[in-house]
């Protein structure tokens, strides 16, 4: 079973900029979308943005719209989050999934979670 690793989360001041990755354990996933979740302390868990198998769909929550971009790297075993002018509502939890088919920001579709990165914006 595809099991997913997040790393990359930390402190970062408003309008900052940070990076994260999202890599598979012992395997590789390039037959899956994969999709960048997020959740605050209290909050529901909820998309971010997701990338397709073959990298050529993307897709982005309208609050990360502009601000966020995803890709997947060279090598296909890593997908990143690039994530710039960063404020302090973005402050979260941050889980990479995978899922068969496109790449869509539902919650149930998604499997593999790994334990997440702590991404904390703050002055």
């Known amino acids: 079973q595809l099991q997913l690793v997040e790393s990359g989360g930390g402190l970062v001041q408003p309008g900052g900029s940070l990076r994260l990755s999202c890599a598979a354990a012992g395997s590789t996933f390039d037959y899956y979308a994969i999709a960048w979740f997020r959740q605050a302390p209290g909050k529901e868990r909820e998309g971010v943005s997701g990338i397709s198998a073959t990298g050529g769909s993307t897709v982005y929550a309208d609050s990360v719209k502009g601000r966020f971009t995803i890709s997947r790297g060279n090598n296909k075993n890593t997908v990143y989050l690039q994530m710039n002018s960063l404020i302090p509502a973005d402050t979260a939890v941050y889980y990479c999934?995978?899922?068969?088919?496109?790449?869509?920001?539902?919650?149930?579709?998604?499997?593999?979670w790994g334990q997440g990165t702590q991404l904390t914006v703050s002055s």
């Open positions: 999934a995978a899922a068969r088919g496109p790449c869509l920001l539902l919650l149930s579709l998604y499997s593999g």
